[in-house]
C-alpha cells in the first residue's frame, strides 16, 4: 500500500457530555478536531493541532494515536481541558449547549511542528478565525479547506473574511451560510460564500444531506440513511474530514477541484458521516471498516440513481 | 402522437390571494386540484374534480379547459367560491394562512363523471378523507395517490387510515408525515407509512426535495434548483401531478411501482414543482414547455451524478 498523504487539522480536543434520547455519556473524547482527524484516518495520515490540559485523560489520547493521527502538533498545558455538554431534541436536529468550559482553549495558540508545514491538505475547523488565519500561513500552500460557527460570524467577520479569501474549500452549516452571506435562498447563499473567496462552497444540511457548490457547478448529495440517529455530535467534523481527507489520497490540487471529485469527496463525507450519529461520540468512527464505507457508498449510489428512460 | 392516458383529480379549486417577499396577487386561479391538473398535462389528460361558486371567473375556467384538462367533474353551485389568502416567510419556506373562506368548498360532494371511473390513474389532492374515500370507490380500479395535511391528521385520523389502506402511493410533506406516524426520523416516518397500506410512501421535503420509499427501496431527489422562489404556493401539489403523470403516461400497474420508475417519476416532480415556484400562482406551470422539462431533467441529472471513481 501506498503512503497515506498527510492532512493537517487544527481544532478543538474536547471532553463531550452528551444527552440525547437514547443515552447519556459524560467526559467523552470529542472535538472538531478529533472527530475530523478520525474521519480521515482511511484516506490520509492525519496530523491533529490542539490543546488539552494537564487533567485530559491518557487513554484518549493513547486511542488516538493508535488509530495513526499524528499528535506532535497536540498540546498539553496546565489547566483543565475543553469541555462541552448538550442535550439534542428528540429528533437529534437541535443541539442545546448546557455547558462550555473552554478552560485552557481559551488562551489556545496553535503551533505548527515543522514535520507538518509540507502537508499537503489543511483543514481549520471551527476555532477563532485570528487563529485559522495564523495556521493558513505557517503552511507551505496546502489545499486547505475551513469550518466556522455563528459566533465568529457575528463577532470576528472580518478576521474570518481574511480567512475565507485564502481557503479553497469552505463548509457551512445552511444556517451559518444564511448568517455569513445574509442571503435566505441556500443557493444565493452558496454563490455568495464563492465571492468572498473560496473556490467551492459545501453547504451541509444535516439530515438533508449536502450541496457543493462553484462557479461553474452545483451538486446535490443525499445523506447516507440512518434510522437510529444515537448521537449527532461530529457529524459535521466527520463529514468534512471524509471529504477533505479523500482530496488527500487523490492528490488534488486547488486548481483542480472538479465537479465530479467534490461530488465523490462529498458521498465519502455522507457515508463517514452516517458511522459516527449511529454510536455515541466517536465510537461509530472507531469501529468503522473499510469494506463497510464502500458498501455504504453503494448504497448512496443507488439512492440517487436516476435511469435514463 | 399516442393518445394521453387519463388521470382524474379531484381537489380545491380555488381562488388565492398570496403575498411573498417578490409582490402579491389578489384572488388568482389556485387550488390543489388545479396545480396539480396543470402539472400532469405535459403527461395525462387530466380529468378535474371539484367545486366552484356562481362568483368563479369564467376567463379561469376558460383557460383551465384550453389547456387540456376536462372540467365535466368540475361542478358550478350558488355560493362564494373558496377563497385563500396566505403570506410566505422571506425564505419561501413557511406559509402564514391569513384568510380560509370555504364557501361552497364546506359543502363539496364531489361526482364522478361516468366518463372519468375508467381512467388508469387518480390522485386525490387534500380534501376531507371521507369525499376521498368516496372518490376512491367511484373508480374502476386506478392507480391511486393521494394528499392530505395536519387538519385531517387531527381531525379524521379513522377516515384518513381508512383511504391509506387502499391507496397505492402516499404523498406526504415532512411535518405531516411525523404528525401521521408519530417518528421524527423520516425514514422511519417512511416505513410507517407504508404500515398504513401504500406501496409506495413521497415525502416532500420543499427546498430539500423529496424522498421516495418502497417496501425493499428507498430512493431521494433533490430539488430542481431555484433561486428566486417567487411563489411557493402549489408546489407539492405540482409535484405530485407531474409524479402521478409519468405513472400514467407509462401505463404503470399497481404492482409495477419499481424503484427506478419512482425515481424517474419524481425527478419529473423536482423540475415541474420548479417551474412553478419561479412565477406567481399558475403562471410558471402555463408557460413551461417540454422542451425546458427535458432541460431540466438534465441538470437535475447532473446534480446527483456520482462518477464511479
Partial sequence: MKPKEEMVVVGSVALDTVETVHGKRREALGGAAVYCSLASRYFARPMMIGVVGTDFPKRYLTLVRRTGIDTEGVQQVAGESFRWAGKYSPDGNVAHTLETRLGVFSEFKPRVPDSYRSAKVLFLANIDPELQFHVLTRMNGALSGGDTMNFWI??????LLKVLRRLHLMFLNDQEARMLTGEHNLIKAARGLLRMGPRAAVVKKGEHGSMI???????FCPPHPVQVVKDPTGAGDSYAGAFMGYLAQK???????TPDLLACASAYGSVVSSFTVQSFGVGGLLSMKWPLILQRLKTLRRLVHLPSK
Fill in 154 to 159: 457575528s463577532q470576528k467577520r472580518a478576521h
Fill in 251 to 257: 492528490k488534488i490540487r486547488p486548481d483542480r477541484l
Fill in 213 to 219: 457548490c462553484t462557479d461553474s457547478s452545483f451538486r
